[in-house]
């Protein structure tokens, strides 16, 4: 981990092309065969749009800032320009973690506000932060991507009472944890073809011990106050760990 300034950790053998480790899809970016860097000589609004809400949800967003120092302590620095790429995405597609590459791809059609840019970015970061911490087998189990999509769906905010809400899904009994399932299953879905029955005993087989793992948040942060204190807890952590 420490001296891989890349964090590319256990990816694909050299020269292979594997699917796309991402909650998402990228049919086209497949296609292309090709890693594309953060800053493209692209100048639509879309693209400038995406490049400065993400600035400011690195710069702002407790969830992110966490997440980068976490990252950074276990020796996978984020950089922006190399590990993240706003780009156009096919149907509703939102943002996805080439696990080939490092890189998080941002859907610059599709995420349209600073708050949506917010989860995308923390959702992503957490399946960045188990590559870098973990020998995550993307590609070949089900169980290690079923175990990196609950723990995005439960700690990022994908599942927070105000997006349930809007999904009128509120007055569910323990709406969080079925939330979080679903979500896993779907993500899943998305990038395997595999039945729904496979996908949902993966994400059952996972569930407990992943549900329960918080790190690097220590706590599951349900909104962005939550989020500062596990912000704070961390710093303090991290102070800790550095005097003895
Ligand atoms: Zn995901």
């Known amino acids: 981990m420490a001296g891989a300034p890349d964090w590319r950790g256990p990816g694909p053998a050299a020269g292979e ?3 796309h480790v991402a909650c998402q899809a990228f049919p086209e970016r497949l296609a292309q065969g090709k890693p594309q860097q953060g800053f493209l000589p692209s100048f639509s609004s879309n693209n400038q749009s995406c490049q400065l809400m993400l600035l400011k949800t690195l710069q702002t967003n407790p969830y992110v800032k966490l ?4 990252m950074k302590h276990s020796g996978c620095a984020v950089n922006r320009e190399r590990h993240f790429a706003c780009e156009d995405c096919s149907g509703n597609v939102s943002g996805g973690f080439d696990a080939s590459v490092s890189q998080i791809v941002l859907c610059q059609n599709n995420i349209r506000s600073q708050a949506h840019m917010n989860r995308v970015v923390t959702h992503e970061l957490i399946h960045a932060f188990d590559h870098c911490r973990a020998h995550v087998d993307w590609f070949t189990n089900v169980r290690h991507l079923a175990c990196s999509e609950v723990r995005a769906a439960n700690l990022s905010g994908d599942c927070s009472l105000v997006n349930e809400i ?6 569910l009994k323990q709406h969080h944890q079925t939330c979080v399932r679903d979500r896993a299953i779907l993500s899943i879905l ?15 087989d996972v569930f407990e011990s992943c549900f329960n793992d918080h790190e690097p948040f220590g ?6 106050t939550y989020a500062k204190y596990a912000y704070r807890d961390f710093q303090n952590r991290d102070r800790y760990y550095s005097n003895i």
Do not use: C, M, T, W
């Open 67 to 70: 997440l980068l120092d976490a």
């Open 219 to 224: 706590r599951i942060p349900h909104n962005k």
């Open 166 to 171: 809007f999904r009128l899904h509120f007055g």
């Open 190 to 204: 998305a990038v395997r073809n595999i039945s729904k029955e496979v996908a949902e005993k993966a994400v059952d």
């Open 17 to 19: 092309r594997r699917p």
